[in-house]
Structure formats: structure tokens, C-alpha cells
């Protein structure tokens, strides 16, 4: 999984299979390029995975590029933290960007692309 990487649709329209649990360094993240927005697909210390759009609310930084720590991760850019489960600003920060729906079957990663909750 990379910035190029193409999604694999299913069967099941609203879900894409878009790499394996492997593709992904624990505390890093890969790019998922769509017809839409690049969503960065991110790995936990503790091998949860968490989806949101590659983009910063503050100043649109790469978060893919970002530090992940715990639930969260922390834009390159100006240090804001997001949280990955809800796509909330954290602390005095204020903002948000949309997360993806994420299912593991096995160790392979499947996004919802249609039915994004708004953070």
C-alpha cells in the first residue's frame, strides 16, 4: 500500500479492499489514492487499524506523515493532534476531518468509501 496504491472493490459496493494489515509499519501509515480524497490508512502500536483523509484541518498537512501515538495522530506540519478513532482535534485545537469505516478479515484491510461518518 503507497501513494499509488489502486483500491480493489467488492462485491459489496461500499466496501474496498485496499492492502493487508502487513503493508503498514505499527505507529506508521500508507496512502490510499480514490476517485475522491487520498485517505491515509493508519497502524496502531497495538495493531488497530484507523482510516481518515490525508489532510490536516489546520493548514491540509500530510497526516500520513504524521507521528502516531496511542489513538492519535500528530500533523508534521504544526504539531496538531487528531484523534484517529473520531478524526477530532485534540487539546485547544479545534477542527476535524473525515474518517473511514475499517474492517480486518484476516490481516486484510477493507474501507467503507460511501459511508464516511463526518468527524
Given at each position: 500500500?503507497?501513494?499509488?496504491t489502486?483500491?480493489?472493490?467488492?462485491?459489496?459496493?461500499?466496501?474496498?479492499?485496499?492492502?493487508?494489515?502487513?503493508?503498514?509499519?505499527?505507529?506508521?501509515?500508507r496512502?490510499v489514492?480514490?476517485?475522491?480524497?487520498?485517505?491515509?490508512?493508519f497502524?496502531?502500536?497495538d495493531?488497530r487499524?484507523f482510516?481518515?483523509?490525508?489532510?490536516?484541518?489546520?493548514?491540509q498537512?500530510?497526516?500520513?506523515?504524521?507521528?502516531?501515538h496511542?489513538?492519535?495522530?500528530?500533523?508534521?506540519?504544526?504539531?496538531?493532534?487528531?484523534?484517529?478513532?473520531?478524526?477530532?482535534a485534540?487539546?485547544?485545537?479545534?477542527?476535524?476531518v473525515?474518517?473511514?469505516?475499517?474492517?480486518?478479515?484476516?490481516?486484510?484491510?477493507?474501507?467503507n468509501?460511501?459511508?464516511?461518518?463526518?468527524a
Amino acid at each position: 500500500m503507497n501513494a499509488a496504491t489502486p483500491f480493489t472493490r467488492l462485491a459489496d459496493a461500499e466496501w474496498v479492499r485496499v492492502g493487508t494489515i502487513d503493508d503498514i509499519p505499527r505507529q506508521g501509515a500508507r496512502c490510499v489514492k480514490t476517485d475522491g480524497p487520498t485517505i491515509a490508512v493508519f497502524r496502531t502500536e497495538d495493531d488497530r487499524i484507523f482510516a481518515m483523509q490525508d489532510n490536516c484541518p489546520h493548514r491540509q498537512g500530510p497526516l500520513s506523515q504524521g507521528i502516531v501515538h496511542g489513538n492519535c495522530v500528530t500533523c508534521p506540519l504544526h504539531n496538531w493532534v487528531l484523534s484517529l478513532e473520531t478524526g477530532l482535534a485534540q487539546g485547544a485545537d479545534e477542527g476535524s476531518v473525515p474518517t473511514y469505516a475499517v474492517r480486518l478479515e484476516g490481516r486484510t484491510i477493507h474501507l467503507n468509501l460511501q459511508n464516511s461518518p463526518a468527524a
